[in-house]
Nanobody, 127 residues
Framework: QVQPVESGGGSVQSGGSLELTCVAS?????????MGWFRQIPGSEREAIAI???????RYGYSVSGRFTISQDIDKNMVFLRMTNLKPEDTAMYYC????????????????????WGQGTQVTVSS
């Protein structure tokens, strides 16, 4: 089973940048071809940020499109989230997740389809 581990969170001022890294142990391309980033604030549901499949096909949430970029190094089992022009509303716990296949249709953002989750890394953006 894939076990993601996130790193790279921290505190930054509005307009700043951060890059999150996810290392997915137990990852094999045969069983897991979709990696994603989600975020969550207390009392709210997890919000999908971006997903990427083995063909580098991606999809982004509306609130981060144009500011965040998901990428990967499949050989190293790593997925990255480059975040630029950060805003205070980006403050959240960020999670890396995996599932067997990406769906790019209307249900792409539903967290329930992802079956492996990391512990999260906190991102705090101050104004």
């Amino acid at each position: 089973q894939v076990q993601p581990v996130e790193s790279g969170g921290g505190s930054v001022q509005s307009g700043g940048s951060l890059e999150l890294t996810c290392v997915a142990s137990g990852y094999t391309r045969a069983t897991t071809s979709c990696m994603g980033w989600f975020r969550q604030i207390p009392g709210s549901e997890r919000e999908a940020i971006a997903i990427i499949d083995n063909n580098d096909q991606t999809r982004y949430g509306y609130s981060v499109s144009g500011r965040f970029t998901i990428s990967q190094d499949i050989d190293k089992n790593m997925v990255f989230l480059r975040m630029t022009n950060l805003k205070p509303e980006d403050t959240a716990m960020y999670y890396c997740a995996a599932r067997r296949l990406c769906g790019f249709g209307e249900r792409w953002a539903q967290a329930r389809f992802f079956n492996s989750w990391g512990q999260g890394t906190q991102v705090t953006v101050s104004s």
